[in-house]
């Protein structure tokens, strides 16, 4: 059997920044050098309604700019579990030496579909601890077939083995440590979008990238918890844009490009700007390549 790759912290003098340490469908990491000239110069709290792989948040710590807390939520349960898991002092060096012994079974299918298989069971959650669930999480999220993380309606993890022809990184270790200094004094939360009204307050800077609107009807993965997010969903999201709006939030909102969302969202009073990011995640090769952002704030940028 092949060695695994796994990365091993290193001393160093200065603290290692924190990326995403999941693969995430539509992740910002590659869009932040069009995002950050679009951040708004102050505000109070960060608020991130669909956390997803966390890159912007991230970003924002390491830039020094989360001097007034954090709010990250997303109604995916294992996901969230994984940041809770992370935040944890108790759990981190569990969890690390956990992801070590999942990273020495990196090349063995049968193995990967052995893990995949705990959330068939009807008493996942009450046989295995959060710590397990997060390490599981991670592992095939880094181990399966492009880095796609898709759950069926069961709300079951069904994205096949990647068939690597070298050990795949796993995990890094002086990153997972990174993440654990961002998550302290955040308050995660795992609720649907429209909550967020709630916990929202005059001055909060509330990020929203949701599950876009698809850009044809051969390209319409719109979901990571099992239930696809709508139209309809699109709609009531323009309305928590507005009531955000109205409070005194400044909003910045990510979505395609396309008509719909510009009638959604572009309304007056609205500030549009493009992007361009890449698709990395898809079944087939001729559809993977360069597509169209629109970038929505409430303030000027």
């Known amino acids: ?54 890159a912007l948040f991230f970003h924002l710590f390491n830039l020094g700019r989360m001097a007034h807390g954090a709010i990250l939520n997303d109604l995916d349960r294992e996901l969230i579990n994984c940041y809770r898991v992370l935040q944890d002092n108790a759990n981190v060096k569990e969890l690390v030496a956990l992801l070590g012994r999942h990273a020495c079974q990196s090349m063995d299918a049968d193995y990967y579909y052995g893990i995949r298989a705990w959330d068939r069971d009807p008493h996942f959650l009450e046989r295995r601890s959060p710590i397990q669930r997060a390490a599981r999480m991670i592992f095939l999220n880094h181990t399966c077939f492009n880095g796609l993380y898709r759950l069926n309606s069961k709300g079951q993890f069904n994205v096949p083995y990647g068939k690597w022809a070298a050990p795949p990184t796993v995990f890094v270790e002086d990153n997972l440590l990174a993440c654990h200094r961002a998550l302290q004094g955040v308050e995660l939360k795992q609720e649907s979008f429209e909550a967020c009204r709630e916990w929202a307050r005059k001055g909060d800077f509330v990020y929203l990238d949701p599950p876009y609107v698809p850009l044809s009807r051969t390209s319409n993965f719109t979901s990571y918890t099992g239930t696809p997010f709508t139209q309809q969903d699109q709609r009531r999201l323009a309305s928590v844009f507005e009531r955000l709006d109205a409070i005194g939030c400044k909003v910045l909102l990510s979505n395609s490009d396309n008509a719909a969302v510009s009638e ?21 090769g001729a559809a993977r390549g360069a597509i169209g952002e629109l970038i929505v704030s409430n303030y000027p940028v």
């Open 1 to 54: 059997m092949r060695s695994p790759t796994v990365i091993k912290k290193h001393p160093s003098a200065r603290p290692a920044p924190a990326s995403p340490f999941l693969k995430w469908a539509g992740g910002k990491a590659q869009l932040l050098g069009q995002l950050s000239p679009l951040l708004p110069a102050e505000f109070g709290r960060y608020i991130e309604v669909f956390v997803g792989g966390g």
């Open 264 to 284: 959604l969202f572009g309304t007056d009073g609205r500030h549009i700007k493009r992007a361009v990011a890449r698709r990395n995640i898809n079944s087939k």
